[in-house]
């Protein structure tokens, strides 16, 4: 699942992954990145390429959502603020 939707609010990701499910749609709920939204702990992952109809489900039920983000995570040992990969070449 390289999609994923942020939130304003935690019972708007609860809400659209149980709208998502009854509609056949694979979803799960994560903790929501910092770096791409800061107002909601929680976020949905789902299949990007499945966006319209993802976009199009919750739409019909009223689910409101802050953002639609192509998000992969980074599997490196990168943490935000590290900088001990820097060196002075001076």
Sequence with gaps: MDGLISFFASHYAIRAETVL??????????????????????????????????????????????????YRPRTDDWRYGDNSFLTNNR
């Design 21 to 70: 499910k009854r509609n056949g749609l694979a979803s799960r709920l994560v903790p929501g990145p910092k770096d791409l939204s800061p107002n909601c702990g929680v976020a949905l992952r789902f299949e990007y390429a499945r966006r319209e109809n993802v976009l199009a489900a919750l739409a019909a039920k009223n689910v409101q959502i802050e953002g639609v983000h192509l």
